[in-house]
């Protein structure tokens, strides 16, 4: 009987997603007999400017046995709670996204339908209000998850803020460490087999031609062999969120250190703020139809709270993705497989969610095409899916200060989200589809902070009076605030359990 085992995996391009890939593989593989070796050139500089996460990155490193408090020593890590939204549904205006829950359900009906009773009797108390992350990050303090809470209202997840660059440098190292093999040279041309078009080799610098079973594309947005070489073809989703422009510029703290990620609402796009014990990340993400990159640098280096500590670095996007992320015996992950703004921090998801992919359906030398066709399937549900997350962003928005503004609520929409949108809007039903990176609790809290509320409530709701949910809310709102109050500051955890040595 012949092996027909993938015996050779190469990773073209490191940064976050090429190390992430060669751990978690180096990882799960370690007794297959599996060759894996990573090509970079330290003469490329990596994008390297997401620095926010979700809670995904949790389940990423624990499964590879790394332990959370050295990995943020080692990163300048901080807690992320999740991201407060300031001046997107008018100027002046704010909101969180928690990760986490909203309230607790009673007699199998979801909280936000009592919540939504309340507001029509005229009570105008905050959804936020029975968010535990959110009253945490309200009084700019962080704790753990209890394993086992007492009751659903101290129910909460959390991510980390990260330098993206220390972050591959430390999973650079745990990967060499399991036999990983790290080539830096520059790949000058990718050789595809005559018969069958599949990648053969790949030529470096010096001449050393490289051969594998299986490639990993990392290398960014230029998508060196999954478009370079195998012309997958790109899905261009500009009409549906045209933001084309990043700006990243770091800068020193000046400021308490917050458990939130920041995204301020601009005239052409919107800024990020992410704490790190060393720095603060900042970026403008906007349209250059309404805005040019010099007044976006001048723009941004206004609103920096310290001083800048590098020089703006331009990053020109399009939203999007490859039409086929999996293409013959090449897989592409990260930048290399599409692109969707840092709005909701789920690039570095992204990479995580397409290696698991990969892992799950690992071929053989045959590259049955069922397998591929599944990964494309799946990445593209998820990526639609987060796609039309981040779209109802800037269609909810009722601002109309500038003419990117009233660009975005004339956008169109794909027709899952709008059928979406008109479920909830009739009387609170949230819809959830195959591949949904963003569960009920983030669509309410986004329906919440845009003020994108249902006609009326569910009658099931009217099981209770408007009185006795009065008392019990009343009841939620004390019992949140009073936990809350008892949880560390985030700065005195940080230093409590890890203060990287040089913050």
């Given at each position: 009987m012949n092996d027909n085992r993938i015996r050779s995996v190469v990773i073209v391009g490191g940064g976050t997603a090429g190390w992430m890939a060669a751990a978690s593989l180096s990882h799960y593989f370690a007794k297959n007999g599996l060759s894996i070796t990573l090509i970079e050139s330290t003469d490329i500089p990596t994008v390297g400017v997401g620095e926010a996460t979700i809670p995904a990155i949790r389940d990423y490193y624990r499964a590879l046995g790394i332990d959370e408090l050295e990995l943020m020593r080692a990163t300048q890590a901080t807690a992320k709670l999740g991201i407060v939204f300031e001046d997107w549904a008018r100027v002046g205006t704010s909101f969180m996204h928690p990760f986490g829950l909203f309230g607790a359900p009673a007699r199998d009906v979801p909280f936000h339908q009592y919540?939504?009773?309340?507001?029509?009797?005229?009570?105008?108390?905050?959804?936020?209000?029975?968010?535990?992350?959110?009253?945490?990050?309200?009084?700019?303090?962080?704790?753990?998850?209890?394993?086992?809470?007492?009751?659903?209202?101290?129910?909460?997840?959390?991510?980390?803020?990260f330098d993206a660059a220390l972050f591959a440098r430390y999973l650079r190292e745990y990967s060499v460490q399991r036999c990983v093999a790290r080539?830096?040279?520059?790949?000058?041309?990718?050789?595809?087999?005559?018969?069958?078009?599949?990648?053969?080799?790949?030529?470096?610098?010096?001449?050393?031609?490289?051969?594998?079973?299986?490639?990993?594309?990392?290398?960014?947005?230029?998508?060196?062999?999954?478009?370079?070489?195998?012309?997958?073809?790109?899905?261009?989703?500009t009409h549906w969120l045209p933001c084309d422009?990043?700006?990243?510029?770091?800068?020193?703290?000046?400021?308490?250190?917050?458990?939130?990620?920041?995204?301020?609402?601009?005239?052409?796009?919107?800024?990020?703020?992410?704490?790190?014990?060393?720095r603060i990340g900042n970026g403008y993400v906007f349209c250059s139809e309404f805005l040019g990159e010099e007044q976006a640098i001048e723009r941004l280096r206004g609103k920096l709270e310290g001083r800048a500590l590098a020089e703006p670095n331009v990053l020109r996007f399009r939203t999007g993705m490859r039409k086929k992320i999996w293409n013959k015996n090449c897989v592409a992950l990260g930048l290399a497989s599409g692109f969707l703004?840092?709005?909701?921090?789920?690039?570095?998801?992204?990479?995580?969610?397409?290696?698991?992919?990969?892992?799950?359906?690992?071929?053989?030398?045959?590259?049955?095409?069922?397998?591929?066709?599944?990964?494309?399937?799946?990445?593209?549900?998820?990526?639609?899916?987060?796609?039309?997350?981040?779209?109802?962003?800037?269609?909810?928005?009722?601002?109309?200060?500038?003419?990117?503004?009233?660009?975005?609520?004339?956008?169109?929409?794909?027709?899952?989200?709008?059928?979406?949108?008109r479920l909830f809007k009739q009387r609170g039903h949230v819809v959830r589809y195959e591949w949904e990176t963003f569960l009920d609790p983030s669509w309410l809290s986004i329906y919440a902070g845009f003020e994108f509320l249902p006609e009326t409530y569910d009658p099931l709701a009217d099981h209770f009076t408007t009185e006795e949910l009065r008392r019990v809310f009343a009841g939620m709102r004390q019992t949140i605030a009073s936990a809350a109050r008892a949880a560390p500051t985030h700065a005195e955890f940080i230093a409590q359990h890890c203060a990287a040595p040089a913050a």
């Open positions: 919540w939504l009773k309340l507001r029509h009797a005229g009570d105008r108390a905050d959804f936020g209000d029975y968010s535990f992350a959110i009253e945490l990050a309200r009084q700019n303090r962080f704790t753990r998850p209890h394993p086992k809470p007492d009751t659903p209202l101290g129910v909460f997840d959390w991510a980390l803020h080539i830096d040279r520059q790949v000058l041309d990718v050789n595809l087999r005559g018969e069958d078009g599949f990648i053969e080799s790949l030529r470096l610098e010096g001449g050393e031609c490289i051969r594998a079973d299986l490639f990993i594309d990392c290398t960014g947005f230029r998508g060196l062999l999954i478009e370079g070489a195998l012309r997958s073809g790109y899905e261009d989703w422009r990043a700006i990243a510029l770091p800068c020193s703290s000046a400021g308490p250190l917050t458990p939130y990620t920041r995204a301020t609402a601009l005239e052409a796009g919107w800024k990020w703020r992410i704490p790190l014990q060393h703004e840092p709005l909701e921090s789920t690039s570095i998801s992204l990479i995580e969610t397409g290696i698991e992919k990969l892992r799950r359906l690992f071929p053989d030398k045959s590259f049955d095409p069922a397998l591929e066709a599944e990964f494309n399937r799946t990445s593209r549900l998820e990526l639609e899916r987060i796609r039309d997350f981040l779209i109802v962003h800037y269609r909810f928005s009722q601002r109309e200060d500038s003419a990117f503004w009233r660009h975005c609520r004339a956008l169109p929409m794909p027709d899952a989200l709008e059928h979406k949108l």
